[in-house]
C-alpha cells in the first residue's frame, strides 16, 4: 500500500519515541543537564563548571525545547514520507482498499502509531482529585500534551465523539463505496467497456460518481489523510482510465490499425517508393469526414483528447500519447484538403504556366483528361480538379514538343495518384503556403508551372501522406 521516497526516514530513533521519552528522557533530564554543563565547560563555552539553578533551569528548558524540536521533525518527516504507491489494474487497487478498509488496515495502523506516540494517555476515571492534578503535573504528560497540540490534526482522525463517528470511520464509509465503484467495473462483462463508458458518464454529464465524492472529501481531511485518500482517488482514476484505453485499444487495432495497414500503408502515396496505388475508395472510406478514423475519434478519443485527460491529477502527461495525436491532427489536414461535406473526395487547385525553354514551342499537360496547353506567349491559368471523375482511367502526362520537328517526348503515369505522381517528378521550388512552382524536364527542355491550391498545406508534396502512420497502442 505504501512507498517512500527514503525508507530512512521510516527509522524513528527509540530515543524519540513514547518508551524513549517516558523510560529515558524525562527519567534521565538532571544528567544530560550535568553532562551538557560538563561539555560547555570542556569546549571552554563556560570558564566554571559551577552552575545556579537558574543556569540549570534554563539549559533543561534548552534541552527540553530541543528535545520537542527533534521527536516532532522526525515524526512528521516520517509521516511526510508515506505515500501511497503507484497501481496498474483495477484489481490491484481494489484489492489494495479491501485491505484498508477491513484487513490490515494500513492507513489506520500508520495513524494510531503516531497517535500512541504523540498523544498523553486517557485518566482512569477511579483517580482522585489528588492523584489526576499529580499525574497532570508528571514531565512526561506534559511533554507528551505539548506533542499532542503539535499533531492535533493528524490524531483528530481517530477520535470518537459522542453520537458522532470518527473522521477515519467516515473515510472508511468513503473508500467503501469507492471499492464497490470499481468491483463493480472490474466484474462487469466486459470490464474495459464499462470502464469507458463509466469515464464517459463523468466527462459528458458531469456527473458525480464516487472517485468525485472521495476527491471532494480528501479536500476537508487533515494531513497526511488528505494526501493518502487524494492519492487513492487519483490511482482510481488511473486505473479506470487505462482499463478504458486498453479496451478501445483492441478495437482501435481491429477496426482502425489493420484497415489502414492492410489496404493503405504500403501503398503510394503513404509508400512514395510503392508502384501500386491506394485505392481511392479505401482512402475514402478510412479518412472521409465519419468515416473509419474520424468516427472511432469522436465516438472515444476526443473525449480523452478535448479533457487534456491525464493519468493523474496535476499530471501533464495526456494518456492519449502525443504521437498519435499527432497523426490525428494530420489526418485532420488530409481531411480538411480532399474532402468537403457537399462534394465528398476531391479537391481543386489552379496550374498557371510560367515559362517554357527556347528549344520548345509547345508543352501539354494532360491531368486526367484535363489538359493545359500552352505554346510560347501569354501565360494563362486552368482551374482543375483531383480525381477528375468525369473520365474513365486515370493518366496524366506533361509532353514536350520541340521546334526542331522531332518527335514529342513525355513523362506519363496513370493510376488514380497520377497527378501526384507527375508532380513529385517535377522540381518543387518556392512553396509557400497556398502555392509552390513545378519544374519539368524533358527531353532536353524545360516547362515551368505555379500551382495555387485552396489550403495552405501542399496536397501534392507528398508529406502528409510519406510521414502518417498508426501506432497498435495509445497511450
Known sequence: MFTSADDNKLVVPQFLTRYGLQSYFVKQRDELVELTAMDSWVLNLTRSVKYSDADR???QRQLTEQYISDYTATWRAGMDNLNIRNFESIGQLTGALEQVISGDQPLQRALTVLRDNTQPGVFSEKLSAK???????????????????????ENSTLAVQKDKES????????LTELHRYLLAIQNAPVPGKSALKAVQLRLDQNSSDPIFATRQMAKTLPAPLNRWVGRLTDQAWHVVMVEAVHYMEVDWRDSVVKPFNEQLANNYPFNPRSAQDASLDAFERFFKPDGILDTFYQQNLKLFIDNDLSLEDGDNNVIIREDIIAQLETAQKIRDIFFSKQNGLGTSFAVETVSLSGNKR???????????DYSQGRNYTAHLVWPNNMREGNESKLTLIGTSGNAPRSISFSGPWAQFRLFGAGQLTGVQDGNFTVR????GGAMTYRVHTDTEDNPFSGGLFSQFGLSDTLY
Request: hydrophobic share 40%.
Open 167 to 174: 473522521t477515519m470511520q467516515a473515510v472508511y464509509q468513503q
Open 440 to 443: 519539368f524536364s524533358v527531353d
Open 362 to 372: 509547345r508543352s501539354v499537360l494532360n491531368l486526367d483528361g484535363q489538359l493545359v
Open 57 to 59: 533551569a534554563e539549559i
Open 131 to 153: 492523584e489526576r492534578e499529580e499525574a497532570l503535573a508528571e514531565p512526561d504528560y506534559q511533554l507528551l500534551t505539548r506533542l499532542g497540540h503539535e499533531f492535533a490534526p
